[in-house]
C-alpha cells in the first residue's frame, strides 16, 4: 500500500510503544460520585496510553478536532507547528486511539484543507483503507468572505473511520422539513407522493414502458419520452388493487404517483449524509457565542477561539452512539465533546492538556451538571445532573530501571500485568486474591497470578510477594479446577525449578519480567 512518509517517520511509529504508562489521579469529584465520566489534564500522548489497560476496545466512539497547523496565532494553544512535526505529533496518537476503539466503534476527526489529505493517507495506513468510511464535509461557516484573494473557504472535514466492518451506523431523526412532506391522507393513513418513473428508455427497460389507464377519466397515459415507469406492469396492478397509486386531490391527475405510507417506512430516520450544512450541524459563529455564553466571559480576548458547535458534535453521536455509550475526545478544547455526551446520556473521557483544562472545561461541566441551558440543552431537554472526576496524570507506574513505583497498589498493577498478557483490559472492576483470571479452556486454559504488596495477608510490602513451595496449596485452592498452565508474578521464586515444571508454572520476576507493550 503506497504509504506517507516525512522527515522523523520512523520515530513516530515507534512513539507510542515507547511512551510509559503512567497513573491517572483524582484531583476532585463533580456531581454524582459513582459516575465513570473523567476530564483529564495531561497530554494526551500519556493520557491516552494510560488510559489502555483500563478502556483497550471500549470506546464506541472518538471525535477528535486536533490543532489544524494553519499558522494561526492561538492565544490558548500552539498551532503552528511545522509539517513533518504535525504529522509526527498524529500518528503515534491515533495509533493509541484505535487501539482504544471498540471492534463496532468509530472514529471523526475534524481537519481542515492544509492537513486533510495527508491526514487522510495517514488514518487509511493506522486504521486500513477499507475501514475508511466517509469525508464529510461541514459547512463551518455561513458568509463568504469576500475580501479573500483566491478562494474562500466554508468548510471543513471531518474524516470518518470506523474500527472494523462491525460498525454500524444509525439513521438520523426525521426533520420537520422531511415529516411536512407527508401532506396527504387517506382511509389507510398519512402519505407522501411519490415519483411513478424512472430515468431509462423504453429501448433500455421495455418491460417498464406501458401504457396505464386514468381510472377516472378514462385517459390512456404513456411516460413521459425519456423516461420508464418505475414497476413492471404485474407490480402496477398490484399497486391498484392494494390502492397504491394517488391520481391527485379530485382523482382526475394526469400522470400517477405511488402512495408512501409513514406507518410503513421501514426505519423511521434518515440515511447519513456526506454533506452537512450549517443549519444542519452548526457554524462557527454560533459555536464561539454559546462558550462565551455558557462560561459569561465578556472579553473576547477571553475567548477560546476554536470551539465546535454543540450541533455538530450531536450529530456525531446520532449516527456513531447510543445511550450509554463511551464517547472518547482527547483535544477537548474547551470541552464541547463532553458537554454534548453527558447531555445526550453518554459516558465520556476528556483530554486537555492546556490551562484551559481548568478555566473552560472544568466551569463548562459543572454548568452541564446544573443544567446550563445553551447548546443543544432545550433540543434533548437537558435537566442537569450526572456527575465527572478531574483527574491529573501521575507518576510512571513503571520507573526507568523496570522497578514498580511503590506508589502502585496490588489493583493497579494487577489492572496493568492483565492488560500486558491478555492485551484486553480486565472486566472486575477490583482484584482481592492473587489470581487475576483464567484465559483459555481445559488444558490449554493459563492462569494469571500477582504476587503482590502482601496480598497473602502480609501487610508488609516486602513479603507475600515471594512463591514458596508452602504456599503451592494455597495458590492451588484458588482455581481448583484448573488443568492448564500458571503465570505467577512475583519478586522472588523459592520453589525449586524442577517442581515449578512439574507444575505447569511460570515465574515471572518483578519488575525485570514484565515487558511494556
Ligand atoms: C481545535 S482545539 C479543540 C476545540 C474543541 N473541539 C472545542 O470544541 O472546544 C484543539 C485542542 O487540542 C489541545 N491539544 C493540542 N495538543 C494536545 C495534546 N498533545 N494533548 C492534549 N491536548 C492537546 C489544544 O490545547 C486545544 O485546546
Known amino acids: 500500500m503506497p504509504q506517507l512518509t516525512w522527515l522523523g517517520d520512523q520515530a513516530a511509529k515507534h512513539t507510542a510503544r515507547h511512551v510509559p504508562y503512567r497513573l491517572l489521579e483524582t484531583v476532585s469529584q463533580h456531581g454524582d460520585a459513582d459516575a465513570a465520566n473523567w476530564l483529564v489534564r495531561g497530554d494526551n500522548l500519556d493520557a491516552l496510553k494510560a488510559l489502555l489497560p483500563f478502556y483497550a476496545g471500549r470506546v464506541k466512539c472518538i471525535f477528535i478536532d486536533p490543532p489544524y497547523n494553519t499558522r494561526s496565532a492561538f492565544e490558548h494553544y500552539d498551532d503552528n507547528l511545522e509539517h513533518s512535526q504535525w504529522l509526527s505529533m498524529m500518528y503515534p496518537r491515533l495509533e493509541l486511539l484505535r487501539d482504544l476503539l471498540a471492534e463496532d466503534g468509530s472514529i471523526w476527526v475534524t481537519i481542515d484543507d492544509n492537513e486533510a489529505h495527508y491526514l487522510k493517507v495517514m488514518m487509511d495506513e493506522v486504521f486500513g483503507r477499507r475501514n475508511f468510511v466517509a469525508n464529510v464535509v461541514w459547512q463551518k461557516k455561513y458568509a463568504v468572505a469576500n475580501d479573500h484573494k483566491t478562494i474562500a473557504p466554508m468548510h471543513d472535514h471531518i474524516m470518518v473511520y470506523r474500527k472494523s466492518q462491525s460498525w454500524m451506523r444509525n439513521l438520523m431523526p426525521r426533520t420537520d422539513e422531511k415529516d411536512r412532506q407527508y401532506k396527504f391522507e387517506d382511509e389507510k393513513g398519512i402519505f407522501r407522493s411519490s415519483d411513478y418513473t424512472c430515468n431509462k428508455t423504453a429501448e433500455e427497460r421495455p418491460n417498464l414502458y406501458y401504457s396505464i389507464a386514468q381510472p377516472n377519466t378514462g385517459a390512456e397515459i404513456w411516460p413521459s419520452k425519456t423516461r420508464v415507469w418505475a414497476y413492471s406492469r404485474e407490480e402496477h396492478l398490484r399497486h391498484v388493487a392494494e390502492g397504491f397509486i394517488y391520481w391527485g386531490k379530485d382523482g382526475k391527475g394526469k400522470t400517477p404517483a405511488y402512495k408512501r405510507y409513514k406507518h410503513l417506512l421501514k426505519n423511521d430516520g434518515i440515511v447519513p449524509q456526506t454533506l452537512w450544512m450549517h443549519d444542519f450541524a452548526g457554524h462557527t459563529d454560533g459555536s464561539?457565542?454559546?462558550?462565551?455564553?455558557?462560561?459569561?466571559?465578556?472579553?473576547?480576548?477571553?475567548?477560546?477561539?476554536?470551539?465546535?458547535?454543540?450541533?455538530?458534535?450531536?450529530?456525531?453521536?446520532?449516527?456513531?452512539?447510543?445511550p450509554g455509550d463511551l464517547v472518547l475526545d482527547s483535544f477537548l478544547g474547551s470541552g464541547t465533546t463532553a458537554a454534548v455526551a453527558h447531555k445526550m446520556g453518554r459516558r465520556w473521557i476528556g483530554i486537555e492538556m492546556g490551562e484551559?483544562?481548568?478555566?473552560?472545561?472544568?466551569?463548562?461541566?459543572?454548568?452541564?451538571?446544573?443544567?446550563?441551558?445553551?447548546?443543544?440543552?432545550?433540543?434533548?431537554?437537558?435537566?442537569?445532573?450526572?456527575?465527572?472526576?478531574?483527574?491529573?496524570?501521575?507518576?510512571?507506574v513503571f520507573r526507568e530501571d523496570g522497578s514498580i513505583s511503590p506508589a502502585i497498589r496490588f489493583c493497579t498493577l494487577a489492572n496493568y500485568l492483565w492488560f500486558l498478557e491478555t492485551g484486553a483490559p480486565h472486566t472486575v472492576a477490583a482484584f482481592d486474591t492473587p489470581l487475576l483470571g483464567i484465559v483459555g479452556e481445559g488444558e490449554n486454559a493459563v492462569a494469571y497470578l500477582l504476587l503482590y504488596n502482601g496480598i497473602l495477608g502480609d501487610r508488609r510490602p516486602e513479603s507475600g510477594n515471594v512463591l514458596t513451595s508452602v504456599m503451592w496449596p494455597y495458590i492451588q485452592h484458588l482455581a481448583p479446577e484448573h488443568r492448564g498452565r500458571w503465570v505467577i508474578y512475583g519478586e522472588a521464586a523459592r520453589m525449586p525449578e524442577s517442581r515449578r515444571r512439574a507444575l505447569g508454572v511460570s515465574f515471572k520476576q518483578i519488575p525485570y519480567d514484565i515487558r511494556m507493550k
Open 288 to 322: 464561539r457565542k454559546e462558550v462565551r455564553e455558557v462560561l459569561g466571559s465578556i472579553s473576547l480576548i477571553d475567548d477560546f477561539i476554536t470551539p465546535k458547535p454543540e450541533l455538530l458534535i450531536s450529530r456525531v453521536l446520532q449516527v456513531a452512539t447510543q
Open 356 to 396: 484551559h483544562a481548568h478555566t473552560h472545561c472544568l466551569p463548562r461541566l459543572q454548568k452541564v451538571l446544573g443544567g446550563e441551558q445553551g447548546g443543544i440543552s432545550k433540543a434533548v431537554a437537558w435537566q442537569g445532573g450526572g456527575g465527572f472526576r478531574y483527574m491529573q496524570l501521575g507518576e510512571p
